[in-house]
Structures are given as structure tokens and as C-alpha cells.
């Protein structure tokens, strides 16, 4: 099979697309050939030598992927050849085949197209892992999203709003607010223009604020958070170190987490995907949450993809197509 690796930490013109051995199904895992692949920042991490990946992950790129099972291998149960499914990947979907742990498998919902599902798995279950159960969010709440128009944005706010939250957001610019206006966001701030914590603070407070920053936004969060508000902190795109009141965060009797999904255990992945099912899938369906695809490229235009990934400039999910690789 065809397959995506770099062959030393750089940019994107590192990656090249190699012939690979195809894999074969181990016992709870299902062969998929894969239609789509989702980028995440995850990805460019990797390519830049900057993410260590968990044991026994494999070397080539892609966290999640669309896609129909040729083959189930033993103690597989729900899944049959043929189907068209999506999947959370700890690696590998960068490729034209995966072997997929069964219990990261979802069927594709109705209406939904085979290669854009694959940019659904990773922002649903880092969602419904971070807002849901880290988070413990329950209906009603606000929630701030910095980042509003990323593959996380664009999807959060649906998410939000189809459970009945607020949602607040933040972004760079006005045209990346209209979009999030569009998508049902509340509270707009150009974090350009005005303090992001100032606002909050003025709308309310969060009660959740989900943070892709890192260190340089801990203390300004902190300041947005309504009485014991929580901050779920997925990222670290400001860097890893940031200063922490504590007599500002016990004051607002509030909690600080920091989380990861690669590096989880395959149960516990299995347990997200069964409340992905439950909690996104009917939104799905229903066309409440409709994936939002900013382009699609070819497989043998995986440096383009990531560039355009590294410009920041995407609304939505930038997704490769791995049935052309040539």
C-alpha cells in the first residue's frame, strides 16, 4: 500500500508518500481501506519531531480516518465487510489501508459523506472527552472556545448549542466570527480587539473554557471563569508554561485539568467512542452538527495539505483524499 512518512523532523516538503507493506487485522481490530484522513495539529507536531508517539503506534501519520472494512479479524462482532465506518487512530491514516481496533470504529451516520466523516472522529471524541467528562458540562452552561473556526471551533460550537449550552468564542479576525455567528455562536471576541477576559467577565463568566493556548492565556482564563468554572486546557500552541494565581482560582472555587487522547489506553478510547455514539452521532443524523470541510487533497499532496494546515487560514478540517495517490 501507499503510505505517508517523513523521512526527518522539518516542514511539510519533508513528507513522501512510500510503498508499504499492507497490514493485516489482529484479533479485535478491523482492515479498513481508507477513503479519508482527518489533519490535526497533532500531525505537524509529529513531522516536526515534537510528539512522542504512544507504544506500539506506527511511524506513519493520521489520527483519524473514513473509510470501508475489507476484512474483521477474530472476536469482532458489529461489523461486516463493506461497511462504511470512521475511526480514532492513535497513527496510520495516512495511508490507503489501516487495521483498526474495533471499539474506535463508528458506523458513518445517514447523510453523511464518506470523506468528510473523516474529519469527524478526533474533534468528536476530543470533545465529548474534554467538555463532557472533564468538563462536566451540563445543560445550560457557557462555554468558551479559543479558536473559532479550527476543526475544533466549527464543530464545538454545534456541539454546544445542540446540547443546550452558550457558547463563546474567539478568533482572529471579524470574517472568522461571522462564520462562527452563522454557526450559532453567542459571544463574539476579536481577541485582537479586545480583552477576551474583560468580555467574559461582562457576559457572565464561562463555565467551561476550552483552551487550545496553553501558558500565556492561564491567568486570563482564569480571570473569565464564572464561579467554579472549569478550564480544560488540549493544547499548548502559546507555549507550555504559564503563571498560576491560585488565590484567583480558589477564590472562584474553580479547577484547572490539562488532558490528552492520543496517549489513552485503548479502553479508555473505547468508552469515548460509545458516548461519541450516544452523545454526536443523533446530532449527525439529524443534521443539528454538520461536518465543515475546508479542502480536500490527494494523498500524493500531503505537503500542500500541511502547509495549508500550517497557515492557519482553514475553516474547518483540511482532509486528504487516500484513494488518489498519484
Known sequence: MKA???????GPETLVVEELPDPRPQTGEVLIRVAGAGLNRADALQRLGRYNLPP???EILGMEISGTIVEAGPNVDGFVQGDQVMALLASGGYAEYVA????????????IELI???????????????????????????VLIHGATGGIGVFGIQLIKALGGR??????????LEVARRLGADVLINYKEEDFANRMLAEGGADIVLDTVGGPYLARNVEALAPFGR????????????????????KKKASVSGTLL??????????IMVNVKRLVLPFLTAGAIRPITDRVYALSEVAL????????????????????TD
Open 4 to 10: 505517508v512518512r517523513f523521512r526527518r523532523p522539518g
Open 56 to 58: 506500539g503506534a506506527s
Open 100 to 111: 483498526v481496533n474495533a471499539g474506535h470504529v463508528l458506523a458513518i451516520p445517514e447523510g
Open 116 to 142: 468528510e466523516a473523516a474529519g469527524i472522529p478526533e474533534v468528536a471524541a476530543t470533545l465529548v472527552s474534554n467538555i463532557c467528562h472533564t468538563g462536566r458540562y451540563t445543560s445550560g452552561e457557557t
Open 167 to 176: 457558547v463563546a468564542v474567539t478568533a482572529s479576525s471579524d470574517a472568522k
Open 231 to 250: 478550564i480544560v486546557t488540549i493544547g499548548m500552541q502559546g507555549g507550555p508554561e504559564g503563571t498560576l494565581n491560585f488565590a484567583a482560582l480558589m
Open 262 to 271: 492520543r496517549d489513552r489506553s485503548p479502553e479508555q478510547k473505547a468508552a
Open 305 to 324: 495539505a500541511h502547509a495549508h494546515f500550517e497557515t492557519k487560514a482553514h475553516i474547518g478540517k483540511i482532509l486528504l483524499d487516500c484513494r488518489q
